[in-house]
Nanobody
Framework: VQLVESGGGLVQPGGSLRLSCLAS????????MNWYRQASGKERELVAT????????DYADSVKGRFTISRDNAKSTMYLQMNSLKPDDTAVYYC????????WGQGTQVTVSS
């Protein structure tokens, strides 16, 4: 099982980034997938969830209306479009799924700063 995040970087407040999570080694299309984030000195928090076929989507209140989660099962890839970024969005972002245990990627750093 492998989850590889990409797309992070440094962006100014109000800017946008699109994160990707490329999955391999498991049947991606059959699992609910999640984006989490962890800011320095804080606990890891759930940002967004998408059901196996994209029919179920949920967001943390802090990102509703600004972030959009999506997936392309043909490409075994999940995305997180992040708009109107704020300094409080600065964190390492991880993709995740649960199959008898939690599986995590290595994370991608997002820094929102002027």
């Amino acid at each position: 099982v492998q989850l590889v995040e990409s797309g992070g970087g440094l962006v100014q407040p109000g800017g946008s980034l699109r994160l990707s999570c490329l999955a391999s080694g498991f049947s991606f299309s059959t699992y609910t997938m999640n984006w989490y984030r962890q800011a320095s000195g804080k606990e890891r928090e759930l940002v967004a969830t998408i059901g196996s076929d994209g029919g179920y989507i949920d967001y943390a209140d802090s990102v509703k209306g600004r972030f959009t989660i999506s997936r392309d099962n043909a490409k075994s890839t999940m995305y997180l479009q992040m708009n109107s970024l704020k300094p409080d969005d600065t964190a390492v972002y991880y993709c995740n799924f649960w199959a008898m245990e939690d599986y995590w990627g290595q994370g991608t750093q997002v820094t929102v700063s002027s």
